[in-house]
């Protein structure tokens, strides 16, 4: 049973495919695939709430800022600080707005002068830079350090009456706090994000297991088969892969079957084949045996029954040889071209005497002459097995019809008989081996059942293609087509 040791590795390899392939490969990529679903968020959402926080924080500190300089910058342009000074009101203003920002407050006159340095260090300088030359121009100024964690706003101090820009107020303040706030917000954040990730592995394992479940059914019934249990068929349709793949499997859980079944028909029909004449050679021996002075003519008789048994066990090991040839490959056809007119002439010249003796006419039609790529060996088997079941199942003066045809692609051998015929339903099986129509008479007329399993097999080896029509009582006619090229 070739057929079936070829299943059996298909399913091997299945099996191992979806054991060290799909579980461990598809289980990994769905829970990666689910923790990246379920992680990436939650980094880029703390990412995303700790930059706005820190840019919020800082556009409402720059903007308290701003709205104290502007109060500072026209008490100072109405006070007329530059011919009196910095009051010590406005100082102290000033030293306040430090404190409580944690920061430095720099006056600077139109000279470029710092006239006010709430820290004392560079009171008298001059004070040149980028931030001070936009505020002399008129508008104020503000500018965010992150790396260096402060914010630095210049507001132009303008008279009051003119508008005139008498001056500058740059303001330096610290973002520690901010930073500081930060911090603490990211390593909440971290926990939270710790706890969600845990929680996301949590799900993605359960979610993965829960997913590739189906597969593991499907992975144990193939388990089950290949270590030699029967298995029910597959019914997983939790998805569309596992649907077709369940399709698939019961169409081979169904092949194996129907294999498995013909298998043991087939052990079956070949033990009762075999032990049939071996029983009535036996049975033949002790009769011979028993009878200790058994005329000659009696000897005779059993002995020629013996030899009839004989022969018939002979044939049915032939046609089982035959078979088994028959199963092997392609490699051991013996393809020539040959004569299709002779070859079928020579089946016909040794077949005559047999239905002259049954008073069955055996008439050859050839449209055309035939030449073609076969196995003369093998296609004879197969012509012979048909005409011989045709001479044999036919009715009394009968008649038996070949004919051989051809076209550019394929040749036709037609063998059509006046015999008993087969009923519609049997003749889906009469390729079977061993099987029969009229068991009875198979048997009486020293039938196998073998014959045309092989004339099938034959063609099928020849890439050709055989069907039968036929009625009872009315004949039967085997229809054969064959290439003329044979590909191989």
């Known amino acids: 049973m ?12 299945v099996r191992r495919y979806i054991k060290f392939r799909f579980f461990k490969s598809l289980r990994f990529y769905i829970i990666l695939l689910l923790m990246l679903v379920g992680i990436i968020p939650c980094v880029v959402m703390k990412a995303m709430v700790l930059e706005s926080y820190e840019k919020r924080a800082v556009d409402v500190r720059t903007a308290e800022i701003q709205n104290q300089c502007t109060i500072l910058c026209n008490q100072l342009g109405g ?9 010590e009101i406005i100082q102290s203003e000033l030293i306040q707005l430090s404190n409580i920002y944690n920061g430095r407050i720099m006056v600077v006159n139109n000279d470029f002068c710092i006239v006010e340095d709430t820290y004392d260090l560079e009171k008298g300088k001059t004070m040149v830079s ?47 706090t901010i930073a500081a706030t930060k911090a603490l917000l990211g390593r909440k954040a971290n926990i939270a994000e710790l706890i969600m990730i845990l929680v ?4 993605a394992v359960f ?9 593991a059914k499907i992975t144990q019934s193939i388990g089950d ?8 068929y597959l019914q997983v349709y939790t998805y569309e892969e596992t649907g ?50 058994a005329p000659v003519k009696l000897y005779q008789e059993f002995m020629g029954d013996l030899s009839e048994e004989i022969e018939r066990e002979n044939k049915i090991i032939n046609d089982l040889l035959a078979l088994v040839k028959m199963d092997k490959t392609a490699a051991d056809m013996n393809i020539k071209p040959e004569n299709i007119n002779e070859v079928i002439e020579r089946i016909l010249k040794r077949l005559r005497p047999l239905a002259a003796e049954a008073d069955i006419e055996v008439v050859y039609e050839s449209f055309r002459p035939v030449t073609a790529e076969i196995d003369e060996v093998k296609l004879s088997l197969a012509v012979t097995n048909l005409v011989e079941n045709a001479i044999k199942y036919n009715s009394e003066e009968g008649w038996v019809h070949v004919s051989l045809n051809a076209d550019h692609k394929y040749f036709y051998i037609e063998i059509a008989d006046s015999g008993i015929g087969i009923p519609e339903e049997e003749t889906e099986h009469i390729f079977e081996r061993f099987y029969r129509v009229d068991k009875s008479h198979s048997r009486e007329i020293g039938g196998t059942g073998l014959g045309l399993s092989i004339a099938r097999n034959v063609v099928v080896m020849h890439r050709g293609a055989i069907k039968v029509f036929s009625q009872p009582g009315e004949g039967t006619t085997f229809s054969v087509r064959i290439p003329i090229n044979y590909a191989g």
Do not use: C, W
């Open 79 to 87: 006070s007329h600080y530059l011919e009196n000074g910095v009051s």
């Open 2 to 13: 070739s057929i079936q040791s070829g299943e059996l590795v298909t399913i091997l390899g």
């Open 207 to 215: 979610l993965g297991t829960v997913m590739v479940r189906p597969f």
């Open 225 to 232: 088969l290949t270590d030699g249990y029967d298995t029910d």
């Open 130 to 176: 980028e931030d001070v030359m936009n505020s002399f121009g008129g508008k104020a100024v503000s500018r965010y350090d992150g790396e260096n964690r402060f914010i630095e706003v210049a507001s132009p101090i303008k008279a009051e009456d003119e508008g005139e820009v008498l001056g500058v107020m740059l303001v330096s303040v610290s973002t520690d």
């Open 244 to 293: 077709l793949i369940s399709d698939a499997f019961n169409k081979m859980l169904g092949r194996l079957k129907s294999l498995d079944e013909s298998r043991q028909e087939f052990v079956s029909n070949v033990s009762h084949e075999l032990k049939t004449p071996l029983t009535s050679m036996k049975v033949l021996s002790d009769s011979i045996l028993m009878q200790k002075d």
């Open 200 to 203: 996301v592995m949590a799900a």
